[in-house]
């Protein structure tokens, strides 16, 4: 079985070299020079109703949707 397949070895063990720090993930400011759009209502209550109706049709295919 591959080593990251091993769900004990899926977090770094504290103090080793490969964890990457949080400052690094962050990107609060870029996200806020991106420019935005406003809201689709229509698009944001038909989701919801989308993804159940494929959840009880397909589950297996539920999340490429």
């Known amino acids: 079985m591959p080593e990251f397949a091993n769900p004990q070895n899926a977090v770094?063990?504290?103090g080793s070299t490969t964890a990457t720090?949080?400052?690094s993930l962050l990107c609060t400011e870029d996200l806020h020079r991106r420019p935005s759009r406003?809201?689709?209502?229509?698009?944001?209550?038909?989701?919801p109703a989308a993804?159940?109706?494929?959840?009880?049709?397909?589950?297996?295919t539920m999340l490429r949707t």
């Open 12 to 14: 770094p063990p504290e």
């Open 21 to 23: 720090p949080l400052e």
């Open 38 to 47: 406003p809201p689709d209502y229509i698009k944001e209550n038909r989701a």
């Open 51 to 60: 993804l159940a109706g494929e959840l009880a049709d397909s589950p297996g």
